[in-house]
């Protein structure tokens, strides 16, 4: 594989999405299909830290997945607090810290507890930070910081990029280098719609239950073959690098 340690990105951002098919291609739940997805999360998670990424976002919870049928969506909640409540010593071993972006107001009691706890745990580390997308719709958090923004009587003159994000979730991370989605989709589906302005973008056909460490060394490996101009000349590029 052409490999290079150097041009490691700084933030990867990740749609896992195929679990429902893949458990469907075995006969089994959609359920079996999160567990499996969430131990990809593993295993991405400990690949990113060995490489030195510094932020991993993944959308772990959509806005639109409160409509899914009340079922899946209690036994998601579960999933969340087990691995949650199971990977926190894990987290702590790797300095890694738990960050989570989106409308966690909407969370059940328990998820929203659990989750601030691993926050506040793993707030001291340094290593790099998971940040679990839940809740969360980039069409809402826009909405969200216009409407903050508002309240604040922020005069016009002074809304500018900088000003915007600071009024995101996501607020003092940096945006994505790589978005990567598994299972053929080609969309955002409503993920980063700011912060992805500049990303580079990676679709696979594979699923996310089968999407482990080989295929995430793929898509980086990928991305390090790509030139990045931010709207400049290729000449330019190379003059500043
Ligand atoms: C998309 O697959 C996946 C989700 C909506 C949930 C993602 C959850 C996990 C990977 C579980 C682990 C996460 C944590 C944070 C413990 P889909 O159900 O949309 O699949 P389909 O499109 O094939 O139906």
């Known amino acids: 594989m052409d490999f290079q340690t150097l041009r490691i990105p700084r933030h990867v951002a990740i749609i896992m999405d195929g679990n ?13 299909g999160h567990s499996e997805g969430a131990m990809s999360l593993d295993e991405v998670t400990e690949t990113a830290v060995e490489l030195g990424i510094e932020y991993l976002t993944v959308y772990a919870f959509s806005t639109e997945n409160w409509n899914r049928p009340g079922e899946e969506v209690s036994a998601l909640m579960s999933l969340l607090v087990q691995s949650i409540e199971d990977k926190t010593p894990k987290l702590l ?3 890694i810290r738990l960050l989570a972006i989106g ?7 328990e998820v929203a507890d659990r989750l601030q706890r691993c926050i506040d745990e793993t707030a001291h580390c340094s290593r790099m930070s998971l940040v679990l997308a839940l809740s969360y719709s980039a069409q809402w958090e826009i909405l969200n910081a216009v409407k903050n923004i508002i309240n604040d009587k922020i005069s016009v003159e002074d809304i500018d990029e900088k000003l915007f ?3 995101l979730t996501t607020k ?3 945006d994505p280098d790589l978005l990567i989605r598994t299972s053929g989709e080609v969309r ?14 990676y679709f696979t056909e594979t699923l996310w239950p089968d999407f482990r460490r080989e295929e995430f060394l793929k898509a980086i490996a990928d991305y390090q073959n790509r ?3 931010f709207g400049k000349t290729s000449e330019q590029i190379s003059i500043t690098n």
Do not use: C, H, T, V
Request: aromatic share 14%.
């Open 165 to 167: 994000s600071d009024y």
């Open 93 to 95: 071993d790797n300095n």
């Open 227 to 229: 030139e990045r101009r």
């Open 172 to 174: 003092n991370i940096p």
């Open 103 to 109: 409308d966690l107001s909407r969370l059940p009691r």
């Open 188 to 201: 955002i589906s409503n993920f980063l719609l700011w912060q992805l302005a500049y990303s580079e973008l």
């Open 20 to 32: 429902g098919r893949w458990a469907k291609e075995r006969g089994k739940s959609r359920m079996f």
